[in-house]
């Protein structure tokens, strides 16, 4: 009876106390406290501030949501000039002094890939390589000695800095399909390398884009010969 009594006893006191304001709670019912605690650790539910309501989603600016979207497939595509380049291309330009001219044909680039190649054998160019899965040209140097009738002043171009003796050039082309809307369209880059022998070594030095010019009207010239000779004529590639 003792035990019971003082069982009783315990019992009574514990209620007393977990009633008191100031003391923790110690003992719960079934569903009481499910929705207290923090928000990060209710799951994927949102609440306000007070941790009772339901939150709205956030809502993101107009101006934010078009850096957040992701694009489709169909919407990622390279523009029609921006073709990979190659290497070897990268490699034969990198660190020199360059001049650049670009034109548009519509003509296939096979086409005109073999019209550059024929147009370098008529101006004697010496051809230092045939890349024609890349669409890659290049020559050897081609050297000129300065004469008094030169096409360009060398001397007053660096300066008065000494008299050059000699200069040369050499031509890295790249041709490329290009997307067209009806006829077939292809692009045909020349970078001339051009340097200048001064103080005993050659010098890094753009001078007059004569040379490239001769190459572009040769260029022209083939796929007007090309046009006008049958496709049953032309010899095979």
Known sequence: MNHIARYFLISSLLFLLSACSGMPKLFWDTQEGQNDGPVYAKGAASYDGAGDKPRAPLEVPPELRAELEI???DQVEMAPNSVPVPVQ???A?????VSLE???YNIE??????AAADA???LSMPVNSVDSPSGILTTDWIRKQVGTNSMLNLESLLGGAGKPKAYRHRFVLRIFKTDGDIAPQSRLEVRMISQVFL???WVNKQFSNKPRAELFAAVENQLALMQQ???SERSPE
Request: no cysteine; charged share 15%; net charge positive.
């Open 102 to 104: 670009a034109r548009q």
């Open 93 to 97: 330009v990198a660190g020199k002094a």
């Open 199 to 201: 103080n005993n070594h």
């Open 120 to 122: 370098m054998t008529a």
């Open 229 to 231: 000779t049958p496709a």
């Open 89 to 91: 291309y990268r490699k």
């Open 71 to 73: 694009p489709e497939t």
């Open 109 to 114: 680039s096979m086409n005109l890939f073999s």
